[in-house]
């Protein structure tokens, strides 16, 4: 069993900047990649960014640039760093991990999600 708690998300002016956080706990054998999914409304969830336990990193491309995703494998924590934030960025965002637990199984674990809301 693995938890995902999302923390930092607000209501924010365009061109401000937020630092969404998300911490992991529970009983597994490894945590492999971390990142962050959104879902605006009306729209269909997407991929923002990601990372691998070894820091290789990708960025959705409307992103790229202005957030960066960052991760603390002692602490088994995400965060994504949101600068220049635009009104398309106004979504809920959610954490997920990639898990290995005890005996090789594998799954995906996800937070709650988080509101960031972009104003004009």
């Known amino acids: 069993q693995v938890n995902l708690v999302e923390s930092g998300g607000g209501l924010v002016q365009s061109g401000g900047s937020l630092r969404l956080s998300c911490a992991g706990s529970?009983?597994?054998?490894?945590?492999?990649?971390m990142g962050w999914y959104r879902q605006g409304p009306g729209k269909q969830r997407e991929l923002v960014a990601s990372?691998?336990?070894?820091?290789?990193?990708k960025y959705l491309d409307s992103v790229k640039g202005r957030f960066t995703i960052s991760r603390d494998n002692v602490k088994n924590m995400v965060y994504l760093q949101m600068n220049s934030l635009e009104p398309d960025d106004t979504a809920v965002y959610y954490c997920?991990?990639?898990?290995?637990?005890?005996?090789?199984?594998?799954?995906?674990?996800w937070g709650q999600g988080t509101q960031v809301t972009v104003s004009p």
């Open positions: 997920y991990a990639g898990v290995t637990l005890g005996g090789g199984y594998h799954y995906s674990a």
């Open positions: 529970g009983t597994f054998f490894s945590i492999n990649e």
């Open positions: 990372v691998t336990r070894d820091l290789s990193t």
